[in-house]
Each structure stands twice: as C-alpha cells, then as structure tokens.
C-alpha cells in the first residue's frame, strides 16, 4: 500500500512539514492570536459572533503556519549556519523548496477560503495580509528593522477583525494596530537578541544589531509606550477595571522579561520572548472579564 502514496505524501514527509509549519512550537501561533482576539472582543463590545472567533482563530493557525513555511524558504541559505536552526526541514533538506512553496501556497489557499465567509471589506483587507506574510522574511537582508514589518504582519488581524464586525475600520482599530507593532518590536527584538552573535557571523540584519548595547533601554521604552498605548486604548472604549489590570500584569510580566534580558544570556533572552504568551493572555483575560455581564 505505502508503494502507491507520492513520496511527498509519506508518513516522514508529513511529519516534516509538521515540524515545518511550528506546530510543534505553539508559541508563534499564541502570540499572533491574542492581539485578533483583543481586537475581536473590542470591535464587538464583548458580545462577538461565535462565526468570527472560529473564522479568525484558524485562520490565525493557518497563516502562522504559513508564515514559518515561507521564512524557512526564504531562510534555507542561512539557517545551515546558525545552531538553532541549522536541523530546520528546509535548510536540512528534509523537505525541498518547491515542497515548500507548495505548502505555502496551500495554507494560502486555506486561509482565503476562510475569509471568504467574511465581508467584502475584510477580503479586500486580506490582500495585504498576504502582501506582509511574503515580503516579511526577505527584509533581515535589507533593513535592521524587520522586527516592524513582522510587527504590521502580525497586526494586520486588528483592522480586519474590526472590519469583519463593524464593516469598517474605526479610529480605535488603527490605535490598537500600531500599539500591538509596539509590542511585537519588543518581543522580536529579544528574540533576536538570542540569535545576535549568529546574525553578526552571517550578515543578517535586526533591531537586536543596530540596537547594540542600548538594545535593553530601548526595549524598555517600547514596553513603557506600548503599555501607555493600552491605557489610552482602554480609557477610548470605556474599559473596566478589569482591563486595566490586565494592563497592570502586563507591566509586571515586562519587568520580569528586563529581569531575564539584564544579562543579555541567549537562553535567557529566549526565555523573556516566551513570557510575552503570559503578557498578552493577561490582557485578552482582563478584556474578556470586563465584557461578562
């Protein structure tokens, strides 16, 4: 029987492109998640359609999948010189490019019917979308701020959250997607930290680079205008007192990750970009509290 399924098909095949696709390593998928599901809670002033959130949550697994197929194509020629990376499917040869452009256009697909069940507005919206995930992974070799455009990337769910409850894109969704860019320029930038001596070998560029031995103050300061930005987002839309201590955990868990970063250990850089799961978790629940009758 296994003589007639395509080699692409096999069992070990499949368990590549598993391991291809980070479904091992849920955090990617979390991170990208809380931000929709804030801006899905607020769009719909706690009451949400349950369609939505089912829409938005797989389409949220699917295009972080898609996203990790995409960078490790575009990573195959780097990744073999870092040690964290080196084993990846792509750049090991466990799956070739065009498996992999393959996989990408599939869960590109999947997505797209995904939002068709959407307004026009939100499949227009989701153009962009698709424009980010692409260009994300080549910017490292042309600007030390990739960690921006992942952060427009993995915003980008805000606007169309909206736009999929209110067939519009207000004011508020706008203030919710550059606060979030804040957040994520935060969090890639530690996770770049953990890669930095790599990056310098390779030529590889990113905001832990140009940042330099400045890169934690700077860090701090993005933290301190993203936690203001959420304060002023939940003063906008009349949160509760729930909101805000979430806002208030949040501020604990970003003194926590400067704790962690105080070293500038690898493992320990890893570790503070892990925590933001608990960061953005504690907003979404503090958001969610306050929409309980």
Same mark, same amino acid.
């Given at each position: 029987?296994?003589?007639?399924? %395509?080699?692409?098909?096999?069992?070990?095949?499949?368990?590549?492109?598993?391991?291809?696709?980070?479904?091992?390593?849920?955090?990617?998928?979390?991170?990208?998640?809380? %931000?929709?599901?804030?801006?899905? @809670?607020?769009?719909?002033?706690?009451?949400?359609?349950?369609?939505?959130?089912?829409?938005?949550?797989?389409?949220?697994?699917?295009?972080?999948?898609?996203?990790?197929?995409?960078?490790?194509?575009?990573?195959?020629?780097?990744?073999?010189?870092?040690?964290?990376?080196?084993?990846?499917?792509?750049?090991?040869?466990?799956?070739?490019?065009?498996?992999?452009?393959?996989?990408?256009?599939?869960?590109?697909?999947?997505?797209?019917?995904?939002?068709?069940?959407?307004?026009?507005?939100?499949?227009?919206?989701?153009?962009?979308?698709?424009?980010?995930?692409?260009?994300?992974?080549?910017?490292?070799?042309?600007?030390?701020?990739?960690?921006?455009?992942?952060?427009?990337?993995?915003?980008?769910?805000? %606007?169309?959250?909206?736009?999929?409850?209110?067939?519009?894109?207000?004011?508020?969704?706008?203030?919710?997607?550059?606060?979030?860019?804040? @957040?994520?320029?935060?969090?890639?930038?530690?996770?770049?930290?953990?890669?930095?001596?790599?990056?310098?070998?390779?030529?590889?560029?990113?905001?832990?680079?140009?940042?330099?031995?400045?890169?934690?103050?700077?860090?701090?300061?993005?933290?301190?205008?993203?936690?203001?930005?959420?304060?002023?987002?939940? @003063?906008?839309?009349?949160?509760?007192?729930?909101?805000?201590?979430?806002?208030?955990?949040?501020?604990?868990?970003?003194?926590?990750?400067?704790?962690?970063?105080?070293?500038?250990?690898?493992?320990?850089?890893?570790?503070?970009?892990?925590?933001?799961? @608990?960061?953005?978790?504690?907003?979404?629940?503090?958001?969610?509290?306050?929409?309980?009758?």
């Amino acid at each position: 029987m296994s003589s007639v399924i %395509p080699s692409f098909l096999s069992r070990e095949k499949l368990y590549q492109y598993y391991l291809l696709m980070r479904m091992d390593r849920p955090i990617g998928t979390f991170l990208l998640l809380w %931000p929709t599901l804030w801006a899905i @809670w607020i769009a719909a002033d706690g009451q949400p359609s349950a369609r939505i959130v089912v829409i938005f949550s797989l389409g949220v697994f699917i295009m972080r999948a898609a996203g990790c197929v995409i960078n490790d194509f575009a990573d195959r020629h780097i990744d073999k010189h870092i040690e964290r990376t080196k084993n990846r499917p792509v750049t090991s040869g466990k799956v070739s490019s065009k498996e992999a452009l393959l996989l990408f256009v599939v869960c590109i697909l999947l997505a797209f019917l995904l939002v068709l069940f959407l307004n026009p507005l939100t499949i227009a919206l989701s153009v962009v979308a698709l424009l980010l995930a692409a260009i994300y992974p080549f910017m490292k070799r042309f600007t030390h701020y990739p960690q921006i455009v992942l952060g427009m990337a993995f915003s980008w769910a805000i %606007p169309m959250s909206f736009s999929a409850q209110l067939n519009s894109v207000p004011a508020v969704a706008w203030i919710l997607y550059f606060v979030t860019i804040l @957040w994520i320029v935060a969090y890639d930038t530690m996770y770049a930290m953990a890669d930095r001596e790599d990056d310098l070998k390779i030529g590889v560029k990113s905001t832990a680079i140009i940042f330099g031995n400045k890169d934690r103050l700077i860090i701090a300061l993005i933290q301190i205008a993203f936690l203001c930005g959420m304060i002023l987002l939940a @003063w906008l839309v009349k949160g509760g007192v729930y909101f805000y201590l979430g806002i208030v955990l949040a501020a604990f868990f970003s003194l926590y990750q400067q704790y962690l970063l105080r070293e500038r250990e690898k493992n320990a850089c890893f570790q503070a970009f892990l925590n933001n799961n @608990w960061l953005g978790m504690s907003i979404f629940i503090g958001i969610f509290l306050d929409s309980l009758p």
